[in-house]
């Protein structure tokens, strides 16, 4: 069933496009549930202090989040078989309810023979990237649709 379901697959096919919203809030549960509690992570004054614009999310927070449009779209974390990026600027948060907008989308580079699907993930705030590299091969499960 693999087989059918990446035959359906071409280089350049979107598969999934989702934009995620990062609050301070949710800064402040991703240091709780990591234990990174950098203050750059949650004080303007010391985020300021050391040359950044502001607040910034945590980096792997953001790598997650790319991350979970994978899982999401794959319907298995187990299906992702390598993963990596590189943190090229980072996401500032504004201290307001409204945070800022990440937007994940992930684009087929390659349809292996193996069953395996490459992709490269675009991940971009106000259209810039803030992560570069960011690829991922995985394994469709036999009852996954091709496209979300």
């Known amino acids: 069933m693999t087989e059918r379901v ?4 071409a280089v ?3 598969v999934a496009d989702q934009t995620y ?19 750059i992570h949650w004080n303007e004054r010391v985020a300021k ?20 449009l994978l899982t999401d779209w794959l319907g298995d974390p187990a299906a992702v078989v390598e993963y990596g990026v590189r943190f090229a600027r980072p996401v500032v948060v504004p201290d307001d309810d409204t945070g800022v907008a990440v937007r994940v989308a992930a684009i087929v580079t390659d349809v292996r023979d193996d069953g395996l ?5 675009t991940v971009k705030v106000d259209e810039q990237k803030v992560l570069t590299q960011a690829r991922a091969l995985c394994r469709l499960p036999a ?3 091709s496209s979300s």
């Open 143 to 145: 009852d996954r649709p």
């Open 12 to 14: 350049g096919d979107v």
């Open 117 to 121: 699907v490459a992709l490269e993930l």
């Open 6 to 9: 990446t035959e359906q697959l």
């Open 21 to 39: 919203w990062i609050t301070r809030e949710n800064l402040v549960r991703y240091a709780g549930a990591s234990g990174d509690f950098n203050p």
């Open 49 to 68: 202090s050391v040359g950044l614009p502001g607040v910034i999310a945590h980096g792997l927070l953001t790598m997650g989040l790319a991350g979970r």
